[in-house]
């Protein structure tokens, strides 16, 4: 069993920057493939960053690419989310998730056993 508890969210206007935190408790995090999703009420979760056990392979969506950066620290625990030149359609509960499957940039939701509890970001305009 994973648990995950994100951290680090809040109000920021835009072009501003933020640094969210996922910690993980359990045992074997140094070999889960690791992912950030986002989710507005009313709409359907999203992908946003995943990276393999090793921190090596990252991949982005789209929307995101050069302005936010995935990585971890496997001997504490934790994966993290910079996210750079916020606009307010990055406004969105950010979620960290964890999965026993290896890296594969075709991964969905579905893939992800494991799930935070989320963590806001609110970018004004």
């Known amino acids: 069993q994973v648990q995950l508890v994100e951290s680090g969210g809040g109000l920021v206007q835009a072009g501003g920057s933020l640094r969210l935190s996922c910690a993980a408790s359990?045992?074997?995090?140094?070999?889960?493939?690791m992912g950030w999703f986002r989710q507005n009420p009313g709409k359907e979760r999203e992908f946003v960053a995943t990276?393999?056990?090793?921190?090596?392979?990252?991949y982005y969506a789209d929307s995101v690419k050069g302005r936010f950066t995935i990585s971890r620290d496997n001997a504490e625990n934790a994966v993290y989310l910079q996210a750079n030149s916020l606009k307010p359609e990055d406004t969105a509960l950010y979620y960290c998730?964890?999965?026993?499957?290896?890296?594969?940039?075709?991964?969905?939701?579905?893939?992800?056993?494991?799930w935070g509890q989320g963590t806001q970001v609110t970018v004004s305009s």
């Open positions: 359990g045992r074997s995090f140094g070999s889960l493939t």
């Open positions: 998730a964890a999965s026993r499957l290896r890296f594969a940039k075709s991964m969905t939701q579905l893939d992800y056993a494991y």
């Open positions: 990276i393999n056990w090793s921190g090596e392979n990252t």
